[in-house]
């Protein structure tokens, strides 16, 4: 079963403007949260994380927002710039610390 | 510092062939995870060592897959007999800690496993 969802299978977005990941969780007892950017033929890279203590992780032009009762977070990436063309998976564990994973969003930053 | 190293980088077999995936994680890592990757999915965390103990094997199919971490360094992940639907990027990561999920996992790059 999808634990943590990434509806938005792809993003376009211009060099310079700000790029909005979305990622959906239905297990509640999901604590901690993690966005990894992925390159093609390259293994995940961990980009940004974020407990469930905070509402809100910056990280250089990388914020995170968590919206427990929503059951929802956002990536945030302001400027886009073309190297942030990747995929980006959203991950959440809980106190057995096993990630799940959501499905991806790839993301294309237009010069 | 070197890498998260697997091999091959791409296999294809026929269906029930078997094969053998290869995996040496970043040096001192104590924690090392085999991940499944099926085409247009997130990974699926198959197997978690512990140095050289399995921690978590609660998704890996045991009639099929089996997986080992010798003298708590490298790793092997068999899968006898494939099936079609093995067809998937075998991702492996370690992280340094033990039990502490701040800890980061570093990825290698993945084999990519072609079952016709």
Redesign the interface.
């Known amino acids: 079963d999808q634990q943590?969802k990434q509806n938005s299978p792809s993003l376009s977005v211009q060099e310079g403007r700000i790029s909005i990941l979305n990622c959906d969780y239905t297990n509640s007892m999901f604590d901690?949260f993690l966005w990894?950017k992925k390159y093609p033929?390259?293994?995940?890279?961990?980009l940004i994380?974020i407990s469930s203590i905070k509402d809100k992780n910056e990280d250089g032009r990388f914020t995170v927002f968590l919206n427990k009762s929503a059951k929802h977070l956002s990536l945030h990436i302001v400027p886009s710039q073309p190297g942030d063309s990747a995929v980006y998976?959203c991950?959440a564990?809980a106190r057995?610390?096993?990630?799940?994973?959501?499905?991806?969003t790839t993301v294309t930053v237009r010069a | 510092e070197a890498g998260v190293a697997q091999s091959p980088r791409y296999k294809i077999i026929e269906k029930r062939q078997s094969v053998a995936f290869w995996c040496n994680p970043i040096s001192g890592h104590a924690t090392l995870y085999w991940y499944q990757q099926i085409l247009g999915q997130g990974p699926k965390l198959l197997i978690q060592f512990q140095n050289n103990g399995v921690v978590d094997d609660s998704q890996l199919p045991k009639d099929r897959f089996s997986a080992e971490r010798l003298k708590g360094v490298d790793s092997t992940l068999k899968i006898q007999p494939a099936k079609l639907e093995d067809s998937a990027v075998y991702l492996c990561a370690s992280s340094l800690g033990v039990y502490d999920r701040t800890d980061t996992q570093y990825f290698g790059p993945g084999t990519r496993l072609t079952v016709l």
Do not use: I, M, R
């Not at chain 1, 033929?41 to 961990?46: I, N, V």
């Open positions: 943590v901690y990894y033929a390259e293994g995940p890279t961990f994380s998976f991950a564990s057995d610390y096993k990630l799940s994973f959501g499905a991806g």
